[in-house]
Nanobody, 116 residues
Framework: QVQLVESGGGLVQAGGSLRLSCAAS????????MGWYRQAPGKQRELVAT???????NYADSVKGRFTISRDNAKRTVYLQMNSLKPEDTAVYYC??????????WGQGTQVTVSS
């Protein structure tokens, strides 16, 4: 059974930093594109960042220059370093694993709250 387990969320003041982790019990982890998404109350889930199996990265415009996604294939873990956090970053953050010809996998989410 595939599991994606996020950790590292919490409450932080504006301007602060958090590092999210997503540990994946996923065979063939290294071939998956891994991503972070977020969903704020009353809003749709949105892409935050993705990293391919070749380590190419993509970011939402709203987080460029502040967030960094990375992966450790040996540990089957993907990270999201979040700096200069803003109140509008408040959301539940979800980890995603995706590859062609396969279903996506999602974690249960971790809450990030940024106070002003």
């Amino acid at each position: 059974q595939v599991q994606l387990v996020e950790s590292g969320g919490g409450l932080v003041q504006a301007g602060g930093s958090l590092r999210l982790s997503c540990a994946a019990s996923l065979s063939g982890f290294s071939i998956y594109t891994m991503g972070w998404y977020r969903q704020a109350p009353g809003k749709q889930r949105e892409l935050v960042a993705t990293i391919t199996n070749g380590d190419s990265t993509n970011y939402a415009d709203s987080v460029k220059g502040r967030f960094t996604i990375s992966r450790d294939n040996a540990k089957r873990t993907v990270y999201l370093q979040m700096n200069s956090l803003k109140p509008e970053d408040t959301a539940v953050y979800y980890c995603n694993a995706a590859r062609i010809y396969s279903s996506d996998y999602w974690g249960q989410g971790t809450q990030v709250t940024v106070s002003s």
